[in-house]
Each structure stands twice: as structure tokens, then as C-alpha cells.
């Protein structure tokens, strides 16, 4: 018990270090030698960049996530976990998920004319293709 | 005599908001350049090794170094187990290089091990500048190892990473996950550190 609380509470900073060494080769295969100095504000611009780049991530969140697994009769099953729960099957990817997007568009425009949903700025049909556009 | 550091930051359920900007670990310095020095003794032998400690409260609210263990070049295990009831505060450890001098913050698994051991301060001495990561009521109780993986890589294995310099990408990922995961970070000399999430 002893020996499993230590490895988990380890202070093991090997990955980092490999993370490091793997950044010194790539400057020094790009022929950079000197090592700028430890620098809080490039740090804080770091930080900003990718703060805006997940908050855009964020604000690109599909609309709907499809998962497409290979069947053992060669075709493909295309699955739609989120909201619908909607799963097809096809000879090939790509009507797989032509074949979802189609069954998509009408569950949902069933549920818009019964009031279940709300319109929003995107039709339905482009929420969609965004979601599963690639 | 009573730690510089408030009671309410030791208690590990301080409000984010309520930090101070300013931590005083001056009755701790002279201990953490100890284990500084030991770690980079041998450094002209090209050998360097990581020094732990477990940092308790004693008796009269004053703060200590105890259970002092050296690990390798990039691991130690601080003894915490040993640590009286009621008096564990957190751990201190050093992040030495034997090629060069730079300030490497905490890594994936210092974030880890400090949500684990419920650390409610958390000390790294590299290169003359301490890093600390204080608990706070916003922190959270458990972590995935791989999702701050996966956070560090987006920092660091950029498709320019050879134009950045790692110890500023790595202390972007500290600051990022400092926010993410409810803690305040400070970063200063062993006397003063300076709050910066």
C-alpha cells in the first residue's frame, strides 16, 4: 500500500523534462544555439493565445457529434449519440453520412413543426452540416 | 512565532478571490536554498538531483521543511507519510538541470500529486525562482492525468515549438491550469512571491 501511495504521489517530472529535451533538438536542427531567457511576459502571451483559441473552440462547438465505425459487412454504421439518438447503416462512409445528415434533417424538422424545438439563427439543416462538416 | 503566511491561506479552503497578492515565505527560505544547493552539488560532475521536503505547521503556527529525500534528475517522492496528523501543509521540491539554468515550473504530475495529497501549499524552487500553488475553496478534488497531459502538449507541442522556449510555455500551461483547476499560482524569490492566478 505503501509503495502504490508513493508511486501515485510521485513528483516525477520525466515527461516534462522529455518534453524539453525534445524542443532543444528541434531548435538545434533549425541551427537556433542561444536560449532566450526565461521571459514572464512572452509566457502571458502564450497564455493569451490560447485562451482565445479555446474560447473559439468553445463557440465552434458542433452541433452534433456522429461517430462512423466500420461493420463487419463491410459497410458502415454512422451514430449520432447526442440529442437524436440516431444510428444508420451504409455500404460506404460517405453515404453513411449522407444517409445521417438526411435522417437528421427530418427528425429534426418534425420536431420544429411540432413546437419541440425552437428555431434558432441556423436552420436546421446547417446546423447540421456544421456539425459534421470536416 | 506565527507564520508570515495568513492562517486562512494555510487552510486550503481559502476563496480565490480573498488571495493575497503577496506571499511572504521568508521563515522558509533559508531551508529551501539548503535543499537548492544540495540538489545542484555535484552539478559540475554533470550531476543533479531533485531534493524533496514535507511542510508542516508546528506546534506554534510557524511553517517547517521536514522529512528532507533526494530522488533522481527527474523524480522524488516527497515523505509525507510520516507526517504527524493535523500538521501536513504540503511539499516542497526543487527542479534542477545539469546542462543549463532555467526555471522550470511544476509539471504535469506536481499538479497531480498536489490534488492528490490535498496540498494546501505547494513549493518548486528552480533556477532562484519559487513557484507555489496554494489550495483554495475552488479547487478541485480529483484530476485526470491525461486530460493535463493533454493541456501541457497543447502548449508546448506547437507546430513552431522549436521557436519557443519551454520554461515560458510551461509556465503559460502552470497559469492556464492554475485557473482551470481552482488555485492560486505566485511566483517569486525564496522571500517573496507575487501572485499571478
Known sequence: MQNFEKIQYAKDDSWLWALLEEAKKRRAAKGIKEEPPFDREDAQRIYEHYKAKQEQRQMLQPAFLALFEPMDSNGFRAVCPTMENCTVEAPTREEAKAALIGELKQRLQARLRAGKILPTERSSAEMVEVALGE | ?197
Open chain 2, 1 to 197: 512565532m506565527p507564520s508570515r503566511v495568513p492562517v486562512q491561506v494555510l487552510s486550503g479552503n481559502c476563496p480565490i478571490d480573498d488571495l493575497p497578492d503577496l506571499l511572504d515565505l521568508s521563515e522558509l527560505a533559508e531551508g529551501m536554498e539548503r535543499l537548492w544547493m544540495k540538489s545542484v552539488a555535484r552539478l559540475d560532475e554533470g550531476i543533479v538531483a531533485e531534493y524533496a521536503a514535507t511542510l508542516v505547521k508546528q506546534a506554534d503556527g510557524s511553517l517547517k521543511l521536514i522529512n528532507e529525500i533526494s530522488g533522481d534528475s527527474t523524480n522524488v517522492v516527497p515523505d509525507w507519510a510520516t507526517t504527524e496528523p493535523g500538521t501536513f501543509i504540503g511539499t516542497f521540491q526543487t527542479h534542477p538541470r545539469t546542462d543549463e539554468f532555467l526555471p522550470m515550473p511544476f509539471s504535469d504530475t506536481d499538479f497531480v500529486s498536489a490534488i492528490q495529497l490535498r496540498e494546501k501549499l505547494s513549493l518548486l524552487y528552480s533556477d532562484d525562482v519559487v513557484c507555489a500553488l496554494v489550495r483554495t475553496a475552488a479547487t478541485v478534488d480529483y484530476i485526470n492525468i491525461y486530460e493535463i497531459k493533454n493541456e501541457f502538449l497543447s502548449f508546448v507541442m506547437t507546430p513552431d515549438m522549436e521557436a519557443r522556449f519551454l520554461p515560458n510555455a510551461v509556465w503559460a500551461a502552470n497559469k492556464w491550469l492554475a485557473r482551470k483547476y481552482g488555485f492560486g499560482l505566485y511566483m517569486g524569490t525564496p522571500n517573496e512571491l507575487f501572485r499571478e492566478v
